[in-house]
T-cell receptor
Framework: AQTVTQSQPEMSVQEAETVTLSCTYD???????LFWYKQPPSRQMILVIR??????QNATENRFSVNFQKAAKSFSLKISDSQLGDAAMYFC??????????FGSGTKLNVKP | ETGVTQTPRHLVMGMTNKKSLKCEQH?????MYWYKQSAKKPLELMFV???????ENNSVPSRFSPECPNSSHLFLHLHTLQPEDSALYLC?????????????????FGPGTRLTVL
């Protein structure tokens, strides 16, 4: 069975600092996709970053980057120069097929001014 | 914000009521999804529709009945729900199911309907 584990229920970071959110997953597949989604309070969930498992290069999107370790089945999200607007729930997700889409339980990120 | 809207945003219903949740996407996507987000539990995929055809029912009880009349609209009909069905119900859409190489499968989520079953 495929599962996604986010071991940090809540984290805090000082504004302008860097924070890393952890995610591990379990799969027997070799080709799959990994995602980080952000869900601000009372707002819509939006895609932050996406990684294809067949790509060795880590995905980056502006201040967001991932550390994808396929052998270790690890997919952490690094947020650089944290901003107040980054405060949200962050969900790691794994997708193998259209109906095999699994989310972690989320990490609540607090950003302190 | 992301082109996916959901109504109502909040719903309180009794166990004997019948209600419907509505989702509409304005993105020209071909695939739509229903998810259930319970407190302290991972997001759970419930149903998947592609080109108005249901392609996945992820072991969801029959008291939840989806309907997709066209590629822009998705409904979730509710009847005789239980208190444990209280949750945030999220709708999402994507260009396609992401089955083909290089296809776009990124899902765009709606704001959700907060459902409370009394």
């Amino acid at each position: 069975a495929q599962t996604v584990t986010q071991s940090q229920p809540e984290m805090s970071v000082q504004e302008a600092e860097t924070v890393t959110l952890s995610c591990t997953y379990d799969t027997s597949e070799s080709d799959y996709y990994l995602f980080w989604y952000k869900q601000p309070p009372s707002r819509q969930m939006i895609l932050v970053i996406r990684q294809e498992a067949y790509k060795q290069q880590n995905a980056t999107e502006n201040r967001f980057s991932v550390n994808f370790q396929k052998a270790a089945k690890s997919f952490s999200l690094k947020i650089s120069d944290s901003q107040l607007g980054d405060a949200a729930m962050y969900f790691c997700a794994y997708r193998y097929n259209f109906n095999k889409f699994y989310f972690g339980s989320g990490t609540k990120l607090n950003v302190k001014p | 914000e992301t082109g996916v809207t959901q109504t109502p945003r909040h719903l309180v219903m009794g166990m004997t009521n019948k209600k419907s949740l509505k989702c509409e996407q304005h993105l020209g996507h071909n695939a739509m999804y229903w998810y259930k987000q319970s407190a302290k539990k991972p997001l759970e995929l419930m149903f998947v529709y592609s080109l108005e055809e249901r392609v996945e029912n992820n072991s969801v009880p029959s008291r939840f009945s989806p309907e997709c009349p066209n590629s822009s609209h998705l409904f979730l009909h509710l009847h005789t729900l239980q208190p444990e069905d209280s949750a945030l119900y999220l709708c999402a859409s994507s260009q396609d199911l992401g089955l083909a190489e290089f296809s776009t499968d990124t899902q765009y989520f709606g704001p959700g309907t907060r459902l409370t079953v009394l």
